[in-house]
């Protein structure tokens, strides 16, 4: 092989590389292609020892250098997510592949051609890469990855003339690459929000991120605006970009259409200015709230919080004291507050019959009034009902203006824009690798767009209600300028700690970037928790935990995501350097378990390959839909069933249940219980397209594939199953009549012919029959009597287990997450018993109990309280309030239905 790198490596380097590309050559496709994407990593990443000590190589691939992004990187590094864009575009052809045959051609195709850039590179061409750089670039332009033939010849012609007028697609880049950035931050910002306003508003005295969060959407919505203005300026009168220009001036330029895709992004920034406008009116009272409670907080900000009450503020405040009675019979504190009323309405009426011209915005109370005026708004209630209306009220907006469904619409533009953004990445870094004057014209116009930028930045700052953060946060990549010396600053840029054994060591750095954490503001953290993640140890989760160190749900999650990627890695590395026990590692799952209800199953993979299990924890670290996809593929066409079987399963729970195309290949599998869990699957994602092919699995062999396919085409609305039901009741296998039972127990409620077959089975002596037709029979009563349990707990994963669980049980289940929607809940549909949680915030649950037990409509409810707290005095305070069974949590499912089973 030939070299023709810029800088050649000696000797040993050069045919390690060269036996490395022979050898995976001659193992083929099928044993090659796996080991070639993990060869890669280690190569670029210098983990090969002749790689690492040749000086040459070191000096091009892994030294760190300013990338064109002006972020210190490795060219290795940039290589290694060059490739990973290049195996996405075949990770798509194999899930698009029609059936087994088909992947063999495919799978060649990209073993080809991924072994063929590794080579080419190495000898300084680059034109694989350009070529399939170019494919995916289209792909996400026209959003269409059929177009071939003449067709794709004109636009790749024309999208060549686009990439060699070097100045335009580089700005093009930058500013997509900042649209972008920016893009996912403000969709970050709306995942990291409370469920409630309330919440949100806890976390705002105690944190101050929500408002600053919003305020921060408000300039990120007009920056996106400008930004789209400048691409489609820039992208005017190139063919190839047609598609973009479309999509940019519909969704993010348009404003006032009818049409529910144009005009999103004025809609977004409309309703963030509303919700920082309800948020700032509604903080106020939550305030109030903290006050009188005499929380650490409130003293510390009392003072403050008075001052910046404004004149229309403390107007409604004193509208809060008027007492409206009927029958006139006020009590002492009433009558107190009516006079409070008065006196200090008389005050506001006065001032502004004195000052007729002018608009009144400062408060004219002194300190000492206010103290008053707040220690008088003591009902917490009014309060509350104050900080409802104002939630009520953005709710509305939200349904009426549909920013749920159109943040979703947005979404999938978003993930194209993303794609594209990373295939101009590569392919100006990759391009780059030969032509060293397009990196530094790459620096020169980013140093231009970076001043431009200010400039956008001011003038959105200024349209701001309120003061913000600067637009472009400094570990977003672009910088404010400075003075014409941006240039200079970045080459001087070097992380605090310059001990070169760090640069050596990764554990080392991890753990002083570990220690550093809880001395850091909440600002500065997010960046050293991404980095954890993947490169953080066990020795490290003692400074990443506890949780209840982070003062925001969002860097609470960051956290949480990042402990997870750590134990998920030791494991990933325990597949392949066996170190840990089982019991070792069945703790180290129940960990994360704990962590993330999702990866339950984890602790149920049917997996014996250490290979298999490997691949498993890449797809759970990584979290990348397309790795994900085609390693996926790989999985569901392994020899072992209960690889293929549990294949399934991570496909339906990973990923939401999105994949049906990947569950469908596996209809036909020969083994039943791959078949079994494809049909559950499938039933979950609810698509009845797919009915009349479940139906074809009624009369299955396999007992639990039949029982799964029975169930599945009844809740798509096929009724003839009673033949099918027959057959297996009166089958000479046991686990066939046991699961005949079972698919009655699931659909035979309200329906007398489906139960009249259950007398089939009453004589049944067989231990799996009796112990199914027990289990049915409670669910069809259950189910037909409309058992109601109302669960309440502010932990809503719990809470919406538990309502899976007891509504699979036969069971009603409706779920609260705070005590005043349990009220109203139970206000709305009387329930037959209560699970009721004593720490919730808004209302907690001894508040609840009492107003439940003197509610006449509810008093006879039965109330099983549940908490942590392991107290004698507080279970004698719920029994003397009516409380009429206690749970001490953690509590496991069977013991929740016991108690359920002694109250009704």
């Not at 650490?296 to 910046?308: I, M, S, V």
Request: hydrophobic letters at 40%.
């Amino acid at each position: 092989m030939e070299f023709g790198l810029r800088v050649n490596p000696g000797l040993e380097a050069r045919e390690f590389l060269e036996n490395k590309i022979n050898s995976l050559r001659e193992m083929g496709p099928q044993e090659g292609l796996p080991k070639l994407s993990e060869d890669i990593r280690l190569i670029f990443n210098g983990r090969f020892d002749k790689l690492q000590k040749d000086t040459r190589f070191k000096q091009v691939f892994l030294n760190p250098r300013i990338n064109i992004r002006l972020e210190k990187t490795s060219l290795g590094e940039t290589l290694i997510g060059a490739f990973a864009i290049l195996e996405s575009l075949f990770s798509d052809k194999l899930s698009g592949a029609a059936g087994k045959e088909d992947r063999p051609a495919v799978e060649a195709e990209f073993f080809e051609a991924e072994l063929n850039a590794l080579e080419k590179l190495f000898a300084g061409d680059i034109n694989t890469f350009d070529h399939y750089f170019i494919l995916m670039f289209l792909r996400y332009t026209y959003q269409d990855h059929r177009v071939e033939g003449q067709k794709l010849d004109l636009i790749k012609q024309r999208f060549k003339g686009f990439v060699s007028e070097e100045d335009t697609l580089l700005k093009f880049f930058f500013y997509l690459d900042l649209f972008n950035t920016l893009n996912i931050e403000r969709s970050s910002i709306d995942q990291a929000k409370k469920v409630s306003l309330s919440q949100q508003l806890e976390d705002e005295i105690n944190s101050g991120e929500p408002v600053k969060n919003l305020k921060r959407q408000v300039v990120i919505c007009r920056m996106l605006k400008a930004l789209a203005r400048k691409l489609v300026e820039i992208s005017e009168g190139h063919n190839p970009l047609d598609e973009v220009r479309r999509v940019l001036d519909e969704v993010y330029l348009a404003d006032g259409s009818e049409n529910v895709i144009k005009g999103m992004l004025e809609k977004f920034k409309i309703y963030y200015e509303l919700e920082l406008q309800v948020t700032l009116e509604a903080l106020v009272y939550k305030r109030i709230i903290f006050m009188n409670a005499g929380a650490k907080a409130a003293k510390a900000n009392r003072k403050q919080w008075l001052q910046e009450l404004d004149f229309s503020t403390v107007e409604s405040l004193i509208g809060l004291l008027d007492v409206k009675d009927p029958t006139g019979r006020l009590t002492r504190e009433q009558e107190t507050q009516k006079e409070l009323f008065e006196k200090y309405s008389k005050l506001l009426e006065d001032y502004k019959n004195s000052h007729p011209e002018e608009e009144t915005k400062e408060n004219i109370l002194d300190e000492g009034q206010l103290n008053l005026l707040i220690l008088r708004l003591s009902n917490v209630g009014q309060l509350e009902d104050q900080i409802s209306r104002a939630a009520d009220k953005l709710e509305a907006y939200r349904k009426k203006n549909s920013i749920d469904y159109q943040n979703n619409v947005i979404r999938v533009y978003n993930e194209n824009i993303k794609r594209l953004t990373q295939c101009l990445y590569f392919f100006i870094e990759v391009s780059a690798f030969k032509r060293v004057a397009l990196e530094q014209r790459a620096k020169q116009i980013v140093e231009t767009i970076k001043q431009e930028i200010a400039q956008l930045q001011e003038s959105n700052r200024g349209e701001s209600p309120a003061d913000v953060a600067a637009v472009v946060p400094e570990e977003e990549g672009v910088k404010e300028p400075d003075n014409g010396q941006a240039e200079e600053t970045s080459e001087k840029e070097e992380p605090e700690n310059t001990d070169p054994d760090l640069e050596k060591d990764p554990d080392k750095r991890a753990e002083l970037l570990a220690m550093e954490l809880k001395k850091l503001p909440d600002a500065s953290k997010i960046k050293p928790l991404k980095e954890l993640a993947y490169t953080g140890g066990l020795d490290t989760l003692k400074y990443i935990l506890p949780l209840s160190q982070y003062s925001s749900e969002f860097l609470r999650n960051m956290a949480r995501n990042a402990v997870i990627k750590i134990v998920l890695r030791l494991l990933k590395e325990n597949e392949e350097h066996p170190i840990l026990e089982i019991q070792q590692k069945q703790k180290l799952i129940d960990f994360v378990v704990g962590l993330d209800k999702k990866y339950t199953y984890l602790k149920d993979m049917e997996l014996s390959s250490p290979k298999t299990t490997h691949k498993i924890l890449d797809i759970l670290i990584r979290e990348d839909k397309d790795f994900t996809a085609r390693t996926l593929s790989e999985i569901i066409v392994d020899e072992d069933d209960k690889v293929r079987a549990t294949a399934v399963k991570l496909i339906a729970d990973m990923l939401k249940q999105n994949e049906s195309s990947l569950l469908m290949k596996m209809l036909n599998d020969p083994d039943g219980r791959v078949r079994a869990n494809v049909i559950e699957s499938l039933e979950a994602v609810g698509n009845r397209n797919v009915l009349g092919i479940l139906v074809k699995f009624k009369f299955d062999k396999d007992n639990r594939a039949r029982a799964n396919a029975l169930k599945a085409v009844w809740k798509f609305g096929h009724s003839e199953i009673v033949d099918s039901l027959t057959e297996m009741l009166v089958s000479q296998d046991s686990k066939m009549r046991a699961s005949g039972v079972w698919v009655i127990g699931e659909i035979g409620h309200s329906q007398p012919n489906l139960k009249a077959l259950l007398e089939a089975v009453k004589s049944d002596k067989e231990p799996l029959v009796v112990d199914n037709l027990q289990r049915a029979m409670r669910k069809i009563s259950r189910r037909e009597e409309g058992l109601q349990v109302l669960v309440v707990d502010d932990d809503i994963k719990f809470c919406q287990d538990l309502c899976r669980k007891l509504k699979n049980d036969g069971y009603r289940a409706t779920a609260a997450f705070n005590g005043k929607l349990a009220l109203s809940s139970a206000g709305k549909q009387l329930p037959d018993i209560v699970l009721l949680d004593l720490r919730m915030p808004v209302m907690n649950g001894v508040e609840a109990l009492k107003a439940l037990k003197e509610d006449e409509k509810t008093r006879e409810v039965p109330v099983i309280v549940m908490s942590d707290l392991n107290s004698s005095v507080l279970l004698k305070e719920v029994s003397r309030i009516g409380a009429e069974d206690y749970l001490l949590k953690p509590c496991s499912y069977d013991q929740v239905v016991v108690k359920l089973g002694a109250y009704i």
